[in-house]
């Protein structure tokens, strides 16, 4: 934001510049118009500060808060509003899956070497694996205490 505040003030000072070269000197006006034009040329600012606001918003172009322990190493979206992300915490990896109003966490392990984009299928696939054995391992011991509670 603040390297774009500037250039959206400088675009709008030069094309306010611009449009009153093109056009001829007006009658002085009333005081009633004038607190108009003022009016208007006020909101007209704050509409495109908070569009400009709603964009950074939307694109992630936001100030990016690394304050803290606890690093995000990737994510994926299983769903319109659930993810399972991969958190670093100290030496240790945390798998966590996040839905509207809850966080669960499915699964600890050590840090690993940080899987590039040219990651190999064989990589993927091994985590993959990996994944679902602590999920069905995680399920089943769900499915052993449903048992016992009947």
Known sequence: MKRLLPI???????????????????????????????????????????GALWLMKRSGMGPMQRVGAIKVVGGVSVGNRERVLVLEVADQWIVVGVAPGSVNALANMPRQEQLSETATPQQASQFANWLKQKIDKRNAGNDVSKDVSK
């Open 8 to 50: 959206a003030i400088l675009f709008m000072l030069t094309c306010s510049q611009a449009f009153a070269a093109d056009q001829p000197a007006p009658a002085p006006a009333g005081p009633a118009s004038n607190m108009l034009t003022v009016t208007f040329g006020l909101l007209v600012v704050l509409a495109v500060m908070v």
